[in-house]
């Protein structure tokens, strides 16, 4: 078992770190507070290849590993989780799907924009009434020869304003269920698409999460994903490497609260030292940084696994379940280790708390997380 990262994953951590610091960090507070989508950060992001981070060079992508991914999140979410909700959608949810069961066609079309962050993609499962219960979509893609007439509503779509292609999750033949499912990439100004109102949210202020309207949108046969009837093993498939994402974004989220504490504990003074001299903030930070180790050992291990070829399903639920609990924990003792300070907006840590609820939420609530894994342990 060897647990150092390689040259290569060093470097993209530590050039993760370096834009996060410099490009993300200034602006922060401000664009959370007017609920600015980052899209000139993402732009960069785009440029220094962490949009496409795990695509092959051939379609513009940066032929990296899923551990690189992971510590490019991580240090990417201690600044600015909404930075990195639309990084993670763009790398796991859209472009890992194309490059995975998307056609030639749909890959040099779409994937090699996505790549390089020219455009950015969405992807539109959940639903009004089809959040957890992914199989009750009620979007309808109605067959009609050489293309599907797309009919619904869809919630809470990150990057729902923004994206230039949305990855559309509907039913085509209610009879088969799931199995009558279809995912179709369909293009921001088609006739009959309409993004409707942003939500006004807790956290991940900066990120735009809309709902959308499709009336009687025509999306030509070749816009479809693999086979006839493959959306939700599609839409469960890419999921799987989206937790990991998550996870790292959790992860992250975690460890920027962690690192302000550590630093603020040593330069704050009470009762003539610094208080990370008093045994009260020292178990903290000590629980702080043991928890954060055990998920970023889980967000690794998911993804290496990934790496491998081996089975992930297991080991990114995990990672998940387990980081976003570890975020939320964290932000909380990172506030109360900063006191009346972490409660204002300029010392970061309200923030990172708020934004560290919806790793509880998205891309399969904390529950579903345990059902995922409880149906591959209860397996054979
Ligand atoms: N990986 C691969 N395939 C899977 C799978 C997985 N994790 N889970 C299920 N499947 C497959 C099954 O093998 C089955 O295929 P077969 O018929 O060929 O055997 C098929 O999918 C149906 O499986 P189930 O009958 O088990 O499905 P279910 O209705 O019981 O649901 C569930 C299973 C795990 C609860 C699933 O619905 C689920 O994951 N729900 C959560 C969805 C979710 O994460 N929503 C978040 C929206 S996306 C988002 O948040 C993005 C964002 O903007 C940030």
Request: hydrophobic content about 40%; aromatic content about 8%.
């Amino acid at each position: 078992m060897n647990f150092e990262l390689t040259e290569e994953q060093l470097a993209v951590q530590a050039a993760a770190r370096d834009f996060a610091q410099n490009e993300l960090l200034p602006g922060v507070i401000e664009r959370d507070e007017e609920q600015k989508f980052p899209a000139e950060q993402i732009k960069k992001m785009g440029e220094l290849g962490f949009m496409g981070m795990m695509v092959d060079p051939k379609y513009n992508g940066g032929g990296m590993d899923s551990v690189s991914y992971v510590l490019a999140m991580e240090e990417i979410s201690k600044v600015d989780a909404s930075c990195s909700v639309a990084m993670s959608v763009n790398n796991s949810l859209v472009c890992w799907g194309l490059e995975k069961y998307g056609s030639e066609e749909q890959k040099q079309k779409y994937l090699t924009k996505l790549a390089t962050g020219e455009i950015i993609g969405a992807f539109c499962l959940s639903e009004p009434e089809a959040g957890s219960d992914a199989t009750s979509q009620r979007t309808t893609a109605e067959d009609k020869g050489d293309y599907y007439l797309l009919n619904g509503t869809k919630n809470w779509i990150t990057n729902g304003n923004s994206a230039g292609v949305y990855i559309v999750i509907a039913q085509t033949d209610p009879e088969k269920k799931h199995k009558g499912i279809n995912a179709l990439i369909v293009e921001k100004g088609m006739d009959g698409f309409v993004v409707g109102k942003k939500e006004n949210k807790l956290g991940i202020r900066g990120s735009d999460t809309h709902s959308l309207m499709f009336t009687d949108v025509k999306v030509p046969k070749e816009n479809r994903i693999g086979e006839d009837g493959f959306g939700f093993k599609f839409a469960m498939s890419t999921l799987n490497g989206g937790r990991i994402g998550i996870a790292s974004q959790a992860l992250g989220i975690a460890s920027g609260a962690y690192e302000l504490a550590l630093k603020y504990s040593q330069e704050r003074k009470a009762f003539g030292k610094p208080i990370s001299e008093h045994q009260a903030i020292q178990f903290k930070l000590a629980e702080m940084a043991t928890q954060i180790e055990a998920a970023r050992l889980l967000c690794l291990n998911a993804a290496s696994l990934k790496d491998q070829g081996k089975d992930y399903v297991k080991a990114a639920a995990m990672a998940k379940v387990f980081a976003s609990k570890v975020a939320m924990d964290v932000t909380v003792e990172a506030v109360q280790v900063h006191g009346g300070y972490g409660y204002v907006k300029e010392y970061h840590v309200e923030r990172l708390m708020r934004d560290a609820k919806i790793t509880q939420i998205y891309e399969g609530t904390s529950e579903i997380q345990k059902i995922v894994i409880a149906r591959e342990l209860l397996k054979n």
